[in-house]
């Protein structure tokens, strides 16, 4: 078992950066050996990923959560009533309605109802979602002040109460009693799944990155290259971009941005940077096993 983790974290360790001496080596190594070594790779960082969801969404969280919302619920005024008829919103408040959240001792405006707003207002409440006479706004994200508005069906004809609200806290009562088993069959699930995803969505960038490797090396430089081996390669070559991949999901809520950004240049989306990232590592790779193969 030792000699086991000794030899992943020397291929791990090799695989960051490529590097010609230990690159070339794997043209003449078993191609299932990379093979375990990127399933090995993915199983260990998804196992990692795990872990950080339960941490950050853990059962008392949860838990706290839904008591909040049935509190919310619960204390919402008796003469408040909701009217959407042909698209169009009425309350009986002359006033907006605020939905307010308790998440981590934090309070957080959750959702305002304001007949009377335009959807700009999001933005000045500072809440989640925000539902005028003719749309639902949602702010999509704070912080650049990106909105999404949807207009109220007009199909809908539908008057909310605070009956309604009753039935609604109820019955989120009854799943909050089940909620240990639900969160229990969901992360059995997480802990399969997620595994299989990550490796599928990554063998489909590999995939790519290997392509566009293949062509510059065969059409562009002129080189001759073998497509197992460059997929091999792609195995070792995946580990640093994948490490970075992680590290934005897990800590993009710390971060000003989700995409990077420079002044003047259209914002690009992290899923092209990371093919772009993905390709020069695979490319980088490949230049260094075969650089003095002959």
């Known amino acids: 078992m030792k000699s086991k983790v000794k030899t992943f974290l020397h291929v791990f360790w090799k695989s960051l950066l490529p590097q ?36 950050r969404f853990n059962p008392k969280r949860i838990t706290n959560l839904t008591d909040n919302i049935i509190n919310t619920l619960n204390t919402a005024p008796n003469d408040l009533t909701i009217i959407v008829h042909k698209g169009t919103l009425m309350t009986t408040y002359n006033r907006p309605y605020f939905f307010w959240l308790n998440d981590q001792n934090k309070t957080k405006l959750l959702l305002v109802i304001d007949q009377n707003a335009t959807p700009e207002m999001v933005k000045q409440y500072q809440s989640y979602l925000l539902v005028t006479a003719k749309e639902i706004v949602i702010n999509q994200d704070k912080i650049k002040q990106k909105t999404q508005s949807i207009p109220l ?90 490490l970075v991949d992680y590290f934005f999901i897990m800590f993009q809520k710390f971060m000003t941005t989700r995409i990077v950004s420079l002044p003047g240049i ?17 490319f980088g790779g490949t230049y260094e096993a075969y650089l003095d193969s002959k």
């Open 20 to 55: 010609s001496e230990y690159y070339q080596k794997i043209l003449t190594t078993k191609f299932r050996s990379s093979l375990r070594y990127f399933l090995t790779l993915i199983t260990i960082i998804n196992i990692v990923f795990v872990v950080y969801l339960f941490f």
């Open 153 to 242: 069906n007009d199909t809908i004809n539908q008057t909310i109460n605070k009956k309604n609200f009753s039935d609604v806290s109820q019955f989120l009562n009854k799943i909050r009693a089940l909620l240990p088993f639900f969160y229990f069959i969901f992360f059995i699930i997480i802990i399969i799944l997620t595994p299989l995803f990550s490796s599928l969505i990554t063998l489909f960038y590999l995939a790519v990155a290997c392509l566009i490797t293949y062509i510059i090396f065969h059409f562009f430089m002129r080189k001759r290259i073998h497509a197992k081996k460059l997929i091999q390669i792609s195995f070792h070559a995946v580990t640093l971009p994948l």
């Open 266 to 282: 259209k914002p690009i989306p992290f899923p092209y940077l990371f093919l772009v990232l993905l390709t020069v590592f695979v």
